[in-house]
DNA sequence: TACAAAGTGTACTGCACGGTACAATGCTTT
DNA sequence: AAAGCATTGTACCGTGCAGTACACTTTGTA
């Protein structure tokens, strides 16, 4: 039988994509054979605990993006300003410009939330930490960098959420360019 | 036989919670009979198309609530202020400070938005469009109450999914406060 | 070339799913 | 009280589910 794949790694994209579209529930095994080409013998032989272990994978997968791509080059960069704007060049390419919605995102609202917990609250804890590290950097008072942090991070979230729902991608751009903006200067005390 | 209820609406906001909870495809059938006290027979009484028919009862009826508990205020009030803070007061009072979340944007994220693709459109649609005229009467240019009305909208839904992934009501709250302040004054062109 | 390990396909299991059928029971109306 | 409809419980249906078993093939290694 011919080989498939090299590596466990080469179907995480996929399985992501099906969970984004589906959730978890509502991923199926046979969509999963399907869209990966392997049958239920490999599936679970890269995956012996089957599609919890799968989306396991997925979400760490996820996370390990974003903590590369996203939160070291925001605690890194020598201007922060520099920092933050990729975070959002970054978020708009990982988003599709608001066709993809966010697994983790889409995890956290169901009960799906309960079997990830820890994962998922890491992903968001990380997320704001690093972008109010930033804020701070450029000059951003502690409070204000919090709640700019947050702002943006559920902002981001709720622009997903709003362009899925009205099926327009610039809802999340132009929503993406307020929030860039709202990061340029420090509001008013 | 005795009866259990008297009309159909008297369940759903018993589906209502566990479509929050379970989202569609997790939500099934045995732990709705289960919850809502009501075998298959009763249920497929009042439901007689089943699990989808009882989606889109209880996504009218959250609608419905909306309509005249924020949108209609925030049209009509006099001092569109108070429109404003009315809606800030029963988004947090829907949402219990946080705990609960969004059934709409819960049904947007993933494939069950195609099901209910019209309701979910409108509905955020409708609080976007409501908000952004209170916004304009406040004082706000037609941009800035378009841009505010999107920001605040899109906020409430990322505090939301913010809130449950740190499993903190707080981050809601606190989130809600910002915006509403973002409410009362209008952004430098 | 032999052998073990990795990878694959297929048939299968048991179960829970959404949904149906229908008889039994209550309630309302006359 | 009789009829007729609304409501309910239960048994049942076919289907698709996640997961398992296992034989088989390919690959790496020596």
Redesign the pocket.
């Known amino acids: 039988?011919?080989?498939?794949?090299?590596?466990r790694s080469d179907i995480v994209p996929v399985l992501g994509e099906i969970f984004r579209e589906r959730g978890f529930a509502g991923?199926?095994?046979?969509?999963i054979t399907q869209r990966t080409g392997?049958?239920?013998?490999?599936l679970?032989?890269?995956f012996?605990d089957?599609?919890?272990e799968m989306a396991k994978v997925v979400l760490d997968d996820v996370a390990d993006w974003f903590e590369t791509n996203v939160f070291v080059p925001l605690g890194t960069a020598e201007d922060p300003e520099v920092g933050i704007d990729h975070m959002f060049k970054a978020t708009v390419s990982f988003f599709h410009s608001g066709r993809r919605v966010c697994l983790v995102g889409t995890f956290a609202l169901d009960d799906t939330r309960d079997r990830f917990a820890e994962v998922i609250h890491a992903y968001f804890a990380a997320w704001t930490k690093a972008l109010a590290s930033a804020l701070r950097r450029r000059g951003f008072g502690i409070k204000a960098a919090r709640a700019t942090a947050e702002d943006v991070v559920a902002g981001i979230q709720g622009a997903l959420v709003l362009a899925r729902s009205q099926d327009d991608p610039g809802v999340f751009t132009r929503a993406i360019k307020r929030l860039q903006a709202r990061t340029k200067t420090a509001p008013a005390a």
């Open positions: 039988m011919a080989r498939k794949i090299a590596e991923a199926s095994l046979s969509e392997l049958g239920k013998g490999s679970y032989h890269f012996p089957g599609k919890e």
